[in-house]
T-cell receptor
Framework: EAGVVQSPRYKIIEKKQPVAFWCNPI?????LYWYLQNLGQGPELLIR????????DSQLPKDRFSAERLKGVDSTLKIQPAELGDSAVYLC?????????????FGEGSRLTVL | AQSVTQLDSQVPVFEEAPVELRCNYS??????LFWYVQYPNQGLQLLLK??????LVKGINGFEAEFNKSQTSFHLRKPSVHISDTAEYFC???????????FGDGTTLTVKP
């Protein structure tokens, strides 16, 4: 069974440029998460989807960040425009159903460097 | 609200020595408890989890953890570490109803030969 797939693994951009990250969760997993991981810190939730509905986006900086999961499967996280402080690893995770056991299955992450 | 505190940011240890990575949590609701491991340039993978029942849980790679409700702790232990255990370890709690997970800031375990 394939795990959570993320792309790109690495991205370097100039500040003020846009960037997008893609995530394909494990087949059959209805709940999808985007986490932000700054250097030396644990993951912090940006947004959680139940199927195609964003059920928790309270930590998503909506002035520059957006996300979508149109068909309830794969998802895209976008930043426009990027700022220097956005340099971090963006992790995608999925689980079959939120609250089942709480275990998250993570992708390898997308490392963003903003110059 | 929930929070997780990992008491040691870095733990250096010699190969074959025992190790304990400490984790305290706070929550106003029932939680599940987890330890994840992150190797360089990889995502997090589950080491072990406590959902209910026996307070001593065993995970992969010889790790185990003990849930202590009165002290709100979930410390991770291994009796004899290997070089390959060098990694970042994250303690996490998850709300049993909402499925919202909160992570600690991690402990860097460095195993020296």
């Amino acid at each position: 069974e394939a795990g959570v797939v993320q792309s790109p693994r690495y991205k370097i951009i100039e500040k003020k440029q846009p960037v997008a990250f893609w995530c394909n969760p494990i087949s059959g997993h209805n709940t999808l998460y985007w986490y932000l991981q700054n250097l030396g810190q644990g993951p912090e939730l940006l947004i959680r989807y139940e199927n195609e509905e964003a059920v928790d986006d309270s930590q998503l900086p909506k002035d520059r960040f957006s996300a979508e999961r149109l068909k309830g499967v794969d998802s895209t996280l976008k930043i426009q425009p990027a700022e220097l402080g956005d340099s971090a690893v963006y992790l995608c995770a999925s689980t079959q159903r939120a609250g089942d056991t709480g275990e998250l299955f993570f992708g390898e992450g997308s490392r963003l460097t903003v110059l | 609200a929930q929070s997780v505190t990992q008491l040691d940011s870095q733990v250096p240890v010699f190969e074959e020595a025992p190790v304990e990575l400490r984790c305290n949590y706070s929550s106003s609701v029932s939680v599940y408890l987890f330890w994840y491991v992150q190797y360089p340039n990889q995502g997090l993978q589950l080491l072990l989890k406590y959902l209910s029942g026996s307070t001593l849980v065993k995970g992969i790679n010889g790790f185990e953890a003990e849930f202590n409700k009165s002290q709100t702790s979930f410390h991770l232990r291994k009796p004899s570490v290997h070089i390959s255990d060098t990694a970042e370890y994250f303690c996490a709690v998850s709300d049993t109803n909402a499925g919202k997970s909160t992570f600690g800031d991690g402990t860097t375990l460095t195993v020296k030969p």
